[in-house]
């Protein structure tokens, strides 16, 4: 196996996943604070699930966005 090359399309595939997801991201808690349901010193939970087609891959993470 080239690791070289399974570095590279990792993290390929790692900044298409971050770009669009920071982009939804945003999106989401603009139009969360646009509607008044979130405001400065309040926090959104997020979390991102990584799984591979087979399902033996799953892996995922949580986190809480603090609005300020």
Do not use: T
């Amino acid at each position: 196996m080239d690791e070289d090359n399974l570095n590279l399309e990792i993290r390929k595939f790692l900044k298409q996943v971050g770009i669009s997801s920071q982009r939804e991201i945003e999106n989401y808690i603009r139009k969360k604070f646009s509607e008044g349901s979130i405001k400065i010193g309040g926090s959104i939970k997020v979390s991102m699930n990584l799984s591979s087609e087979d399902g033996e891959l799953n892996h995922s993470i949580k986190e809480d966005l603090k609005i300020k």
